[in-house]
C-alpha cells in the first residue's frame, strides 16, 4: 500500500494511502470524538462530531476525508469545539440519559464524547426537551431495543445490511419523530431480523442491548460448539456461570462474527435440565445409570447391528476428530458405509 505523510496537530505521521484522516488519527493515538464511525462499516458522515480543522480548506468531517500528502489538519480549535458541542448537546436534549440505569453506563459511546468536548448543564436546559416517548421494543428474544436511547448514528442500519445482507432495519419518520425501524414499523419479532445480533455488539449505546446483561469477571478463549464453522470465541464468566459471550474478532473463521445461535444459545450450558448423566430406559421410563453401566449397554447393543441394518448419524457439535473416528468405527467395526452427518454448510 502506498504511503503518504501528513501533520496532525503538529505531529508528522506516514499514513497509508485511502485511509481516512480519523483512521490514521486514531491508529496513532489521536483521538478524535466520533459515534457514527466503526472500523467494519463505511464512512456515512451523519454524526458531525469528527469534525477537524484542514489548512486551505476549513471545517472538514473527518471520518470521510481521506488523507492527502503534505496535508497539514488539527483536531482542535474555537471553531471545531463550538460546532462538536453543538452537535452533542443536540443529541443529548432528545436522549434519555438515565445513565446510572443503563447496560451501558462506563461503557457508551454518547458519554465517552459528550466527557471529551465538555457538557454544561446550563446550556442543556435551554436546549429543547424531548417531547415524545419511543415504545421500546422488547419482542425479540435476545435482544431490546430503545429508541429514547438511539444517537440515530445509523450503525445499526449499515450493519443490517452491509455486514450481515439482510436489511431488516432503516430510518422512518422525520424531525424529532425519526427513528430506526422495520418495514412497516413492526416489532422485531415479526420482521425479517434474524436475530444475530450483530447491529447489537456495534451500537455504541444503550439502544441496542441484550436480555438479562450480566458483565463477566473474567472471559475464556474457545469455539462455537454448534456447527461445522468453528467460530472463535469469548465465553464471559461470572463464577462459575457463563453470564455473555462474543465473537473473537481474531479468529480467521468469523473474524468476531457470529449467528443466532453462536451468540446467544449458550443457556443451556447452566441450563438445570441439561444432562450431566447417561439415562437408559427401563419399563417405559429413564433412569441415571453409571458411565460404565451405559457404555456397556450401547456396546452390546451395537454388537447385535453389527453386520445388519445399521446407520451412524454423527453430529456437527461433534469435532472433525470425532467425526473422523465415528466414520473409521461404522465402516471398520460396524462393516457399513451408512454414516452422514449434518456439519456441513
Ligand atoms: S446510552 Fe449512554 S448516555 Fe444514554 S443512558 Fe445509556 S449510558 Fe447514558
Ligand atoms: S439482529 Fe441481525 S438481522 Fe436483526 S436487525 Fe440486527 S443485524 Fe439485522
Ligand atoms: S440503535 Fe444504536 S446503532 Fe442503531 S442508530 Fe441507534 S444508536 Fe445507532
Ligand atoms: S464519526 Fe464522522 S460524522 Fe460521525
Redesign the pocket.
Known amino acids: 500500500m502506498d504511503k503518504i505523510s501528513l501533520t496532525i496537530d503538529g505531529q508528522e505521521i506516514i499514513a497509508n494511502n485511502g485511509t481516512t484522516i ?1 483512521e490514521t488519527a486514531l491508529e496513532n493515538g489521536i483521538y478524535i470524538p ?4 466503526h472500523p467494519d462499516l463505511e ?8 469534525m477537524v480543522e484542514i489548512k486551505g480548506r476549513g471545517l472538514t ?4 476525508a481521506p488523507v492527502e500528502e503534505g496535508m497539514v489538519a488539527r483536531t482542535e480549535s474555537n471553531e471545531i469545539n463550538k460546532a462538536r458541542r453543538m452537535a452533542v448537546e443536540l443529541l443529548i436534549v432528545n436522549h434519555h440519559a438515565d445513565c446510572l440505569s443503563c447496560a451501558k453506563n462506563t461503557q457508551c459511546k454518547l458519554q465517552e464524547v459528550a466527557n471529551y468536548i465538555g457538557i454544561e448543564e446550563k446550556r442543556l436546559q435551554r436546549l429543547r426537551k424531548p417531547t415524545g416517548q419511543f415504545a421500546i421494543d422488547t419482542s425479540n428474544p435476545f435482544f431490546d431495543r430503545d429508541p429514547n436511547r438511539c444517537v440515530l ?1 445509523g450503525i445499526c442500519v449499515r450493519t443490517c445490511e452491509e455486514i450481515q445482507g439482510v436489511s431488516a432495519i432503516d430510518f422512518a419518520f422525520r424531525g424529532y419523530g425519526t427513528t430506526v425501524s422495520t418495514f412497516g414499523n413492526k416489532p422485531l419479532l415479526e420482521s425479517r431480523c434474524e436475530s444475530c445480533g450483530e447491529c447489537v455488539v456495534r451500537c455504541p449505546v444503550g439502544a441496542l442491548i441484550p436480555k438479562n446483561v450480566q458483565q463477566p469477571s473474567r472471559e475464556v478463549k474457545s469455539i462455537c460448539p454448534y456447527c461445522g464453522c468453528g467460530c472463535g470465541i469469548y465465553l464471559g464468566v461470572r463464577g462459575s456461570t457463563i453470564v455473555n459471550l462474543r465473537g473473537d474478532p481474531d479468529n480467521p473463521v468469523n473474524r468476531g462474527s457470529l449467528c443466532v445461535k453462536g451468540r446467544f444459545g449458550y443457556e443451556f450450558i447452566n441450563h438445570p435440565e441439561r444432562l450431566t448423566r447417561p439415562l437408559i430406559k427401563r419399563n417405559g421410563k429413564f433412569v441415571e445409570v453409571a458411565w460404565d453401566e451405559a457404555l456397556n449397554f450401547v456396546a452390546k447393543r451395537l454388537a447385535d447391528y453389527k453386520g445388519g441394518h445399521f446407520a451412524f448419524i454423527a453430529s456437527a457439535k461433534c469435532t472433525n476428530e470425532e467425526n473422523y473416528l465415528f466414520q473409521k468405527f461404522t465402516r471398520t467395526v460396524m462393516g457399513t458405509n451408512n454414516i452422514d452427518h449434518c456439519a456441513r454448510l
Open positions: 480519523l466520533h459515534l457514527c464511525h464512512p456515512v458522515g451523519v454524526c458531525r462530531l469528527c468531517i473527518s471520518c470521510k448514528c
